[in-house]
């Protein structure tokens, strides 16, 4: 089986930390998202993807010079223009020569455990051109809600609706398996959305169908659901693999609860880091507090300084001694 990554996004909501790597090469617990994801597609079977790449297309060639990755060999397309997400399929899956065979498209920012292998026999079963894995969640409205016919045809493709007029709580999870003829709906340097159009028009042929999988399911894309993704890995919710990486420098008086600390950062004497990501090579200043934060790599947190409430900083920024931040963004990024 061949698949389709989508990693060209700008990451937006990421930012600062996707100023200096895209989304899915950050860490999430000393692992890039992109491992994390291709390594469960490989488990479902699939042994060649192509990389629908967009920003900062460089930073992946470099740290994947092999053309493999989890035993997936890897092509790597790069779009001229961000053509959405449904251009960005089409252009990479003929730029990779998967245009004759049922292929899996997915987006690059959603980590699950989903069965990949089951999924596709499940679209054989159904026969149409395209079915879709959906998740439930709490809260649909900023996401596309999918509601299904008893058969498990798509009836709509609401996206993004007002909470309390969403059908049903099933969202689209971001995993497809598409067949080759779902091309001709993604023209050629065509900028298309497969969310707010192609699947609208395969849903109005019949064409489109669903499976409801209600697994483990988070899409990394806030600080928010990325912190989750990466504190879920240590903390028994996913698995226990070790949260502090073995070439760190921790004072013996300060404390860690419930946090990640990457490679080779510092943690100095007093300081308090807790529910937190500090990635690699940062340093944490003495009597420093950092609560339910994310400190970027080489970021220097000065001593007596306090972040919290989802404060994000950026690669290598200093954070003045006895600053408070709450909910910040180091640099300051505008709202888009
Ligand atoms: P924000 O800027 O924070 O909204 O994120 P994003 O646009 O990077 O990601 P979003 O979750 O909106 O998009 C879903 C997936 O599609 C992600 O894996 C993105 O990397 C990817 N993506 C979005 N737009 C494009 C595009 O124009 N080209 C390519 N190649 N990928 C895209």
Do not use: C
Not at 217 to 233: F, Q
């Amino acid at each position: 089986m061949r698949a389709v990554v989508l990693v060209g996004g700008f990451g937006t909501r990421l930012r600062p930390l996707t100023l200096s790597a895209p989304k899915q090469m950050l860490p999430v617990n000393g692992v890039t998202m992109l491992e994390r994801v291709v390594t469960n597609l490989a488990r479902g079977g699939v042994t060649e993807a192509v990389l629908a790449l967009g920003y900062l297309p460089e930073v992946f060639q470099a740290e994947f010079p092999s053309g493999e990755i989890a035993g997936v060999k890897m092509h790597y397309a790069v779009e001229p223009e961000p053509l959405d997400t449904g251009g960005a399929i089409g252009f990479a899956a003929r730029f990779a020569g998967f245009t004759d065979d049922t292929f899996i498209a997915l987006n690059g920012d959603v980590i699950n455990d989903l069965d990949i292998a089951g999924l596709v026999a499940q679209h054989k079963a159904f026969g149409g051109e395209g079915t879709i894995h959906l998740t439930p969640v709490e809260d649909p409205s900023r996401f596309g809600v999918v509601p299904i016919d008893a058969e498990g045809r798509v009836e709509a493709f609401i996206e993004k609706p007002p909470a309390d007029e969403a059908p049903s709580n099933w969202i689209n999870a971001g995993t497809y398996v598409l067949e080759p003829s779902v091309l001709d709906r993604m023209p050629e340097g065509e900028k298309v959305s497969i969310e707010r159009a192609v699947f609208p028009d395969m849903v109005a042929d019949g064409q489109l169908y669903a499976v409801q999988r209600d697994g483990y399911w988070v899409d990394a894309g806030t600080p928010e659901s990325y912190l989750k993704v990466a504190l879920d890995l240590v903390n028994g919710v996913r698995s226990n693999e070790p949260a502090v990486a073995a070439d760190t420098t921790v004072a013996p008086s300060a404390t860690i609860i419930g946090s990640i600390v990457g490679s080779g950062a510092v943690i100095d004497a007093g300081a308090h880091v807790e529910g937190s990501m500090i990635q690699r090579g940062a340093h944490i200043g003495a009597n420093a507090r950092v609560v339910t934060s994310i400190v970027g790599p080489n970021a220097l947190v000065g001593p007596g300084a306090s972040l919290e409430a989802l404060t994000v900083v950026g690669d290598s920024v200093t954070v003045e001694s006895n600053s408070v931040h709450v909910g910040a963004k180091l640099p300051d990024v505008p709202k888009e």
